[in-house]
C-alpha cells in the first residue's frame, strides 16, 4: 500500500466508525499531538478517537497533500456539540508502511469548554 492509499484508508475507516480497521493503519508507538492531547501507544490514541468520533455528524474532506514520507489533510468536522463545525489540519508521517507520528491542529476553545474540570 503506497502513502496516499494508507492515509486514505485510515481517514475512510475513522470517519466510517471502523476503529479496528483505522487501527492496522497506526504503528503501535504512535506519535500523536493534537490541539488537546498527546498519545505515545496508538491503542490509546484510538480510544478517544472512538469517543471524539461519537460527538460527530459528518466530516467533510476539504483537500489532500501527499509525498514519499508524509501527508496532510485538511478537513471540516461538523458536530452536534456547542462547538459546531472544527476546522482540521491533520499532518502525517509514514514510516515502514505505518503512520507512526499525526499532528491534529484546531481551534479546540469550545470542545475545552466540554471537557470536565
Not at 39 to 60: C, H, N, R
Not at 70 to 92: H, K, M, Q, V
Request: proline letters at 2%; charged letters at 20%; aromatic letters at 12%.
Amino acid at each position: 500500500m503506497d502513502n496516499r492509499q494508507l492515509i486514505e484508508t485510515y481517514h475512510q475507516a475513522w470517519t466510517t466508525g471502523d476503529f479496528v480497521a483505522a487501527r492496522a493503519c497506526l504503528a503501535d508507538n504512535l506519535d500523536f499531538q493534537g490541539s488537546i492531547n498527546t498519545f505515545s501507544k496508538a491503542d490509546d490514541f484510538i480510544a478517544a478517537l472512538t469517543e471524539f468520533k461519537q460527538m460527530l455528524t459528518a466530516v467533510i474532506l476539504l483537500n489532500s497533500f501527499y509525498d514519499n514520507q508524509s501527508a496532510a489533510l485538511l478537513y471540516d468536522c461538523d458536530s452536534a456539540s456547542p462547538a459546531g463545525n472544527i476546522r482540521t489540519a491533520e499532518f502525517f508521517t509514514v514510516s515502514n508502511n505505518k503512520i507512526s507520528a499525526i499532528r491534529l491542529v484546531f481551534d479546540a476553545t469550545e470542545l475545552r469548554k466540554l471537557i470536565p474540570a
